[in-house]
């Protein structure tokens, strides 16, 4: 196995990274599928309790329906407890958050979960290749 000469990791990797997640996150504020799927590779995965999702358009397609029923006038929030390269194109992201729903200031501790992401360096950009969360308790 060859090495490149860059450090793995560097700030502007990690920035980077956050930017992509902070980018998600804004999509689902505005609703918008598109958007919120905008940086998953193609073959992304989704596994949550209960649910598995092999590709970015089921991804996109679920999404729509959630943000067009129990999702509507939601948010969600992750804060990043660790970012970890694994190499020069791929890291893993550790968070916790969850969803904010109308009427709610912050998650509901029964909603808090903990989430990983994997994300890989494709054509000089982050995307994100796995997704996954289980409760936070």
């Known amino acids: 196995m060859t090495s490149k000469t860059t450090t793995a990791g560097s700030g502007a990797d990690r920035q980077a990274i956050l930017d992509v997640l902070a980018g998600l996150y804004r999509a689902w504020e505005a609703g918008d599928a598109e958007a919120f799927v905008a940086d998953y590779t193609d073959d992304a995965s989704v596994v949550q309790p209960g649910v598995y999702k092999k590709d970015r358009e089921e991804i996109r397609t679920t999404m729509a329906a959630g943000f067009a029923g129990p999702l509507s006038g939601s948010r969600a929030t992750d804060h990043p407890a660790d970012v970890r390269f694994l190499t020069d194109d ?22 808090l979960v903990r989430a990983t992401w994997v994300l890989v360096r494709r054509d000089d950009a982050w995307r994100i290749a796995s997704y996954h969360n289980s409760p936070a308790s």
């Open 90 to 111: 791929t890291a893993v992201v550790i968070s916790e958050g969850g969803i904010i729903f109308p009427g709610q200031d912050a998650v509901a501790s029964e909603g």
